[in-house]
């Protein structure tokens, strides 16, 4: 009985609040890990009343949406797509509204705030309007979230795969560039050491080959100890490639000319 109660829940009609909380998922995990065994997706699941299976059908669907899937030869599971693509098309150009209303319909679902869903301390608010501040924390959460995504929970440079000492790295700074804060060409996946070097101009990367190049100022402790443990094995080496979003030339040589032109 128990079984048939499941089978005929998954095809109840998904509602406009699950199929958002579904895509924000999507652009959060890798594709590999778009399966009901994902914890992520078991947690979705449970939060929306739905089977894991059902869900992870639904993240796949999205896949077969999502061109960045489709050129590189990989595909997602056409049957259910009619569904999926008007959302998919609406929110490819609206991903912060899409994690902002996601975020607000897991804590209606959770009956909690949305400062404690997103684990914000009332210190947070102090000499900062409110909303700002809500809305930043989702957007760095959900921008970290799609970098690790993106490679596939691993620092480019050092291979490193401990996601809680991962960062995502902007390569135009968060406050330089408003327009493309969200942008996963924006963005690299780190190393703290790496992240700091990247962040301070000290390192940086080709936009032609994608090859980690080192500052003459940083090269002037070649004969130390640290350089040659951590830096000059990375010298003109290629990255790691992302699963989906390559980064931005474009965003490569704006980080090449303003930061780590610097340390030239």
């Known amino acids: 009985m128990k079984e048939n109660i499941l089978i005929m829940?998954?095809?109840?009609?998904?509602t406009d609040e699950e199929m958002i909380l579904s895509l924000d998922l999507y652009y959060k995990l890798p594709?590999?890990?778009?399966?009901?065994?994902?914890?992520e997706v078991k947690a979705l699941a449970a939060l929306i009343?739905?089977?894991?299976?059902?869900?992870?059908?639904?993240?796949?669907?999205?896949?077969?949406?999502?061109p960045e899937i489709l050129s590189s030869?990989?595909?997602?599971?056409?049957s259910g797509i009619g569904k999926c693509k008007p959302f998919w098309d609406y929110y490819a150009d609206n991903t912060e509204e899409l994690f902002q209303q996601a975020e607000n319909i897991k804590a209606s679902r959770l009956a909690k705030t949305i400062e404690d869903v997103l684990q914000i301390e009332s210190a947070d608010f102090v000499g900062?309007?409110?909303?700002?501040?809500?809305?930043?924390?989702?957007?760095?959460?959900?921008?970290?979230?799609?970098?690790?995504a993106n490679y596939d929970e691993r620092c480019a440079i050092s291979g490193l795969c401990i996601p809680q000492l991962l960062i995502a790295s902007h390569i135009v700074p968060w406050a330089d560039d408003v327009n493309n804060r969200l942008n996963p060409t924006n963005g690299i996946c780190l190393s703290p050491l790496y992240d700091k070097a990247f962040d301070n101009g000290y390192i940086s990367i080709r936009p032609d080959d994608y090859t980690v190049m080192i500052s003459k100022e940083l090269k002037s402790y070649r004969n130390r100890d640290f350089y040659q443990n951590y830096f000059a094995k990375i010298d003109n080496k290629p990255i790691m490639l992302p699963n989906k979003y390559n980064p931005n030339p474009i965003f490569l040589s704006y980080h090449i000319e303003n930061i780590f032109g610097a340390h030239n």
């Not at 829940?9 to 998904?14: I, L």
């Open 73 to 78: 030869g990989r595909k997602g599971m056409v």
């Open 49 to 66: 009343g739905r089977t894991p299976s059902s869900v992870a059908l639904r993240l796949v669907n999205y896949a077969a949406c999502d």
């Open 9 to 14: 829940s998954s095809r109840v009609a998904w």
């Open 128 to 148: 900062k309007e409110k909303d700002a501040v809500i809305k930043q924390r989702i957007n760095q959460n959900s921008f970290r979230a799609i970098i690790l």
């Open 31 to 39: 594709f590999g890990r778009l399966n009901q065994n994902t914890p």
